[in-house]
């Protein structure tokens, strides 16, 4: 009898491991079916926006004949550069970049540090009305532009400001709410404990923003400039408003009025070179900052 009753308790575990072993094998395979559904479907979706892209660089590489074919080309035979040179001599493109570049520079140097500024005082100093205060400029950000436009545009011809960089480079030097409401969140994960330390050991607010909050919060900075840069660098409503004169226009604007003449010659390929050129600080921006992007999206996820 005790025989028998070993023989079915052997049985029986043995039993129990193989229907364990299969479920945890249903479970692996559901598991890689899933995972193959999802790497399809982000594959596709990553194509989907790279085409667009690998097809501006193809069409730069054409001739104005090659772009009205009935059948599309994507390897231009024969590739054509001279498109890259043209672009500067019919258009005063360096003059854009200028512009922009000293418009993105000013903006984003001092308005990062006037932002980060303001996201310490929100996050760790202890003031009247300070949450009433936050709560006020998280309400202009649901102001919309258009209704700011005239009023803004009134004040800047009674100051002089029209046709210079002066309305675009001032109001934005003082800060980005966004960036600072994003900041503020990031500081407020950071110990308190950090901050009385160095009170103790005698130093000023200044001093610990400067020496031990800007070190701390460098991924999530780097984050919110990359975003901060393309919409500055892109922004074309504001110079279309403020700047007439061809020599202080930013490159968007030169490259929409640059697009709008060429475009009615079905001169295709000097557009999409000039478009292609105008894209090329936004990638090295991007490159030069992704890692601390992606560090600042790690503790976001973390911290969630």
């Known amino acids: 009898m005790k025989n028998d009753t070993n023989v079915k308790e052997e049985l029986n575990k ?6 364990g072993k299969k479920k945890s094998l249903r479970k692996s395979t559901s598991k890689k079916i899933a995972d193959g559904i999802i790497f399809t479907l982000l594959s596709i979706f990553s194509i989907s926006m790279v085409l667009p892209f690998v097809w501006m660089i193809s069409t730069s590489l054409k001739t104005p004949g ?13 590739i054509i550069w001279t498109k890259y040179v043209e672009i500067w001599e019919k258009a005063p493109l360096l003059t854009g970049f200028m512009n922009s570049t000293m418009y993105a520079v000013i903006v984003l140097s001092l308005g990062t540090f006037f932002t980060a500024l303001g996201a310490f005082a929100f996050a760790k100093l202890k003031f009247p009305g300070r949450e009433k205060l936050f709560l ?3 309400g202009t950000m649901m102001i919309p532009f258009p209704a700011l436009m005239i009023p803004h545009y009134i004040l ?15 109001p934005a030097m003082l800060g980005n709410v966004f960036m600072m409401f994003f900041l503020r969140q990031f500081m407020n994960g950071i110990s308190d404990e950090i901050i009385e330390a160095a009170k103790i050991d005698g130093s000023g607010f200044f001093g610990i923003f400067w020496k031990i909050m800007l070190p701390m919060i460098k991924p999530a900075i780097a984050a919110q400039v990359i975003l901060w840069f393309m919409n500055v660098w892109n922004d074309y409503v504001g110079p279309l408003i403020y700047l007439h004169s061809p020599t202080n226009q930013t490159l968007p604007l030169m490259i929409a009025n640059f697009n709008a003449y060429y475009d009615i010659q079905n001169d295709f390929p000097l557009i999409m070179a000039a478009s292609l050129v105008s894209m090329i600080p936004l990638l090295i921006v991007f490159f030069a900052f992704q890692r601390h992007f992606v560090e600042s999206m790690n503790y976001a996820g973390v911290k969630g």
Request: charged share 20%; hydrophobic share 40%; glycine share 2%.
């Open 136 to 138: 006020a400029l998280l």
């Open 66 to 78: 090659q772009t009205r074919t009935s059948t599309p080309e994507w390897i231009p035979d024969p």
């Open 14 to 19: 043995r039993t129990s491991d193989d229907s």
């Open 156 to 170: 800047f011809v009674n100051l002089g400001w029209i046709d210079s960089l002066l309305p675009l480079i001032i």
